[in-house]
């Protein structure tokens, strides 16, 4: 995929969305997240801050091989022993191949989520179908 593909799926305006919160409650139910290192409208950079035990992670999407990279760090280093990640389901992309694929559990979510805007409400349905990629200390 080239730059002008990638620009043409990213937003114009932003990539910050908010996770759908029906969504993140039930892996905070499953998981028990300790922390967030991109949080909706954050006001730290998640990539250079020590991560928790049980991270959540739905990275700006324009900044995902980043924050895969960070993860991987954080569980090699013992700071998180778990990091599960919601991202659009770019199983054509280096950094799925990279980072994602035969490294991680992954699961894909049923139709396309509603995302929220920067004033909470919800936004018209995704362009792409999205994935959960959940890496455990091993």
């Not at 909706?40 to 324009?62: A, E, H, I, M």
Request: charged share 25%; proline share 4%.
């Amino acid at each position: 995929m080239n730059k002008k593909t990638i620009q043409l799926f990213q937003s114009k305006k932003t990539d910050d969305w908010q996770t759908p919160k029906e969504l993140f409650n039930l892996l905070n139910k499953e998981f028990n997240f300790d922390f967030d290192p991109c949080p909706f409208q954050s006001t730290f950079d998640g990539l250079k801050c020590n991560w928790g035990r049980r991270n959540f992670v739905n990275p700006p999407y324009s900044k995902v091989k980043e924050f895969l990279q960070k993860a991987d760090l954080e569980l090699k280093n013992g700071n998180a022993e778990l990091c599960v990640f919601l991202v659009f389901s770019n199983t054509d992309t280096k950094w799925f191949h990279d980072y994602c694929y035969n490294k991680a559990e992954l699961r894909f979510l049923k139709g396309r989520l509603k995302f929220l805007n920067s004033k909470g409400n919800i936004q018209n349905r995704a362009m792409r179908p999205s994935m959960l990629v959940i890496f455990q200390k091993t």
